[in-house]
């Protein structure tokens, strides 16, 4: 399975941005998609999930903030992120497991900052 993910940039603290992450598999067979995020000098940390059903998942630290959401007919998840602080700034990658095989994205840089 190979991941695109896009939709970074530079947002100010208070903004919102949406991250895209396309599949080259139909998505409704993979049964757990996520986000994760690496801030500079961090270790890589979950953000969100989203199983085959639907079923969602988010870290304390962006409840109620952000939402992660997918289309299957598009083969594509999204990462809706409204709120934004500095200490959201990081690569946010995609990520997807299939039959225990893990698979990644390239990453897409979110930097919140004034």
């Known amino acids: 399975v190979q991941l695109q993910a896009s939709g970074g940039g530079l947002v100010q603290p208070g903004g919102s941005l949406r991250l895209s992450c396309v599949a080259s598999?139909?998505?409704?067979?993979?049964?757990?998609m996520a986000w994760y995020r690496q801030a500079p000098g961090k270790q890589r940390d979950l953000v969100a999930t989203?199983?085959?059903?639907?079923?969602?998942n988010y870290a304390d630290s962006v409840k109620g903030r952000f939402t992660i959401s997918k289309d299957n007919a598009k083969n594509t998840v999204y990462l809706q992120m409204n709120s934004l602080k500095p200490e959201d700034t990081a690569v946010y990658y995609c990520?997807?497991?299939?039959?225990?095989?893990?698979?990644w994205g390239q990453g897409t840089l979110v930097t919140v900052s004034s």
């Open positions: 598999k139909a998505i409704f067979s993979i049964n757990h």
């Open positions: 989203i199983t085959s059903g639907s079923s969602t």
């Open positions: 990520y997807a497991n299939l039959v225990a095989v893990d698979y």
